[in-house]
């Protein structure tokens, strides 16, 4: 069974940084495209940042330069690092196999004076 583990989130402040971790089960994530997707309230879900089995790393513009991508296949991990945060940047953050389409549960991250 596929699973995926979402965690990291929480308030931050503008310019603050925070890592997301994405835990999963039943996967390989080296041989797999993992990628990070975002939802804030009343809008739709959209890509941050994903990295193919090559490790080709493909970012949002609006994320781009802030945020990082990685994965430690040994602990079959994926994290987002991300920096510069903005009040925009808030929403509900979610990890993906694409192989799989398999989502997680969702992390929160607001990001607030």
């Known amino acids: 069974q596929v699973q995926l583990v979402e965690s990291g989130g929480g308030l931050v402040q503008p310019g603050g940084s925070l890592r997301l971790s994405c835990e999963a089960s039943?996967?390989?994530?080296?041989?797999?495209?993992m990628g990070w997707y975002r939802q804030a309230p009343g809008k739709e879900r959209e890509l941050v940042a994903a990295?193919?089995?090559?490790?080709?790393?493909n970012y949002a513009a609006s994320v781009k330069g802030r945020f990082t991508i990685s994965r430690d296949n040994a602990k079959k991990t994926v994290y987002l690092q991300m920096s510069s945060l903005k009040p925009e940047d808030t929403a509900v953050y979610y990890c993906?196999?694409?192989?799989?389409?398999?989502w997680g549960q969702g992390t929160q991250v607001t990001v607030s004076s």
């Open positions: 039943g996967i390989i994530i080296g041989f797999d495209t």
């Open positions: 990295i193919t089995s090559a490790g080709t790393r």
């Open positions: 993906n196999s694409r192989t799989f389409d398999v």
